[in-house]
């Protein structure tokens, strides 16, 4: 299935509850940056990394059956893990009834896309949650990646434009 702009806008608008796998307790790497980012409008982060207690406010879990265990049902799992991991995570958000398997900005692999698409899964490839979040939903200024240096505004000299 492609995936097309209103695809993305419908898991965004209908995701409440996210996984995110590989997610690091470390502020400046882009997992923690794009679930904070996600977290800060409205989606609930659900941390997978076995190496964390809490990110973000939230428990880790080692893996995603752990997700199930503990009651909880993500709708999307984002993944910032390699791709040659994608095809065992696929099994596992399918285990736990995920709607959305989503890889990161340059991960792709058709045994996952496989995996996904015959559990009924949205697969979505190539792209980050919070970009194509910012990107239809206006979050494109938030944390400084619009922050306003760069405009094709002209600049007013003495109130003229």
Not at 76 to 88: G, I, K, L
Not at 91 to 112: D, P, S, T, Y
Request: with cysteine; aromatic share 8%.
């Amino acid at each position: 299935m492609e995936i097309d702009s209103d695809i993305l806008r419908g898991v965004l608008r209908g995701a409440a509850t996210v996984a995110v796998v590989g997610l690091s307790p470390r502020w400046h790497r882009p997992s923690y940056f794009a679930a904070k980012y996600l977290q800060a409008h409205g989606y609930r982060i659900l941390p997978v990394n076995p190496g964390a207690d809490e990110i973000l406010g939230e428990k880790c879990r080692p893996d995603l059956l752990s997700l199930m265990a503990a009651g909880e049902k993500p709708d999307v799992v984002d993944c910032f893990r390699r791709a040659e991991e994608a095809p065992a995570l696929a099994r596992q958000a399918a285990q736990i009834g995920a709607k959305v398997f989503w890889l990161q900005l340059g991960l792709h692999n058709e045994e996952a896309k496989t995996i996904a698409e015959k559990a009924g899964m949205i697969y979505i490839a190539d792209r980050c949650m919070k970009i194509e979040h910012g990107r239809f939903f206006g979050g494109l200024h938030w944390a400084g990646v619009n922050t306003g240096v760069i405009s094709a505004k002209r600049e007013r000299k003495n109130g003229r434009g």
